[in-house]
């Protein structure tokens, strides 16, 4: 099946959920993210956000995630410990297959990811996730 998506489009109609928080209910973030098309196992996704995402991780495989607009810090548990990164416009990460990560940006970003499904999302406000897989 061919896919064609125009980006620019898909992101002009997105709004910019500011103040977003790991608590922030569903309702909230309506129109500030989009699922455009499946992709393999994955679905191509476009964001737009100010503030604190929470942790998630994709158990299924790796995800891709490009830097559309804006900046952010993108904060990742390895397996030697947290870790943060700086990522600007035009930059892409992979983020390894079942790796806890976020996303922080209080001047705003815009993100597209490819990323694997399901994905698990915490709905509170944590310092290491990893800890909750010891428990």
């Known amino acids: 099946m061919l896919t064609i998506l125009d980006i620019d489009a898909e ?42 995402g929470p942790w998630e991780r994709h158990v299924n495989g790796d995800e891709i995630v490009q830097v559309v607009d804006g900046a952010t810090k993108f904060h990742i548990m390895l397996d030697d410990g947290p870790h943060t990164y700086e990522l600007k416009k ?7 297959q079942g790796k806890w990560h976020r ?10 990811t490819t990323t694997p499904q399901p994905t698990q999302h915490l709905t509170f406000a944590i310092d290491d996730p990893r800890t909750l897989d010891r428990g």
Not at 12 to 23: A, D, N, S, T, W
Not at 25 to 44: C, Q, V
Not at 90 to 96: L, S
């Open 90 to 96: 035009g930059m892409v990460v992979i983020v390894p």
């Open 103 to 112: 996303f922080e940006a209080p001047d705003g970003v815009a993100l597209m």
């Open 11 to 52: 992101f002009g109609k997105l709004k910019m959920l500011r103040g977003r928080r790991p608590e922030t209910p569903e309702a909230e973030r309506e129109g500030a993210f989009a699922r455009l098309a499946p992709y393999r196992d994955s679905a191509i996704n476009v964001a737009k956000f100010a503030g604190e």
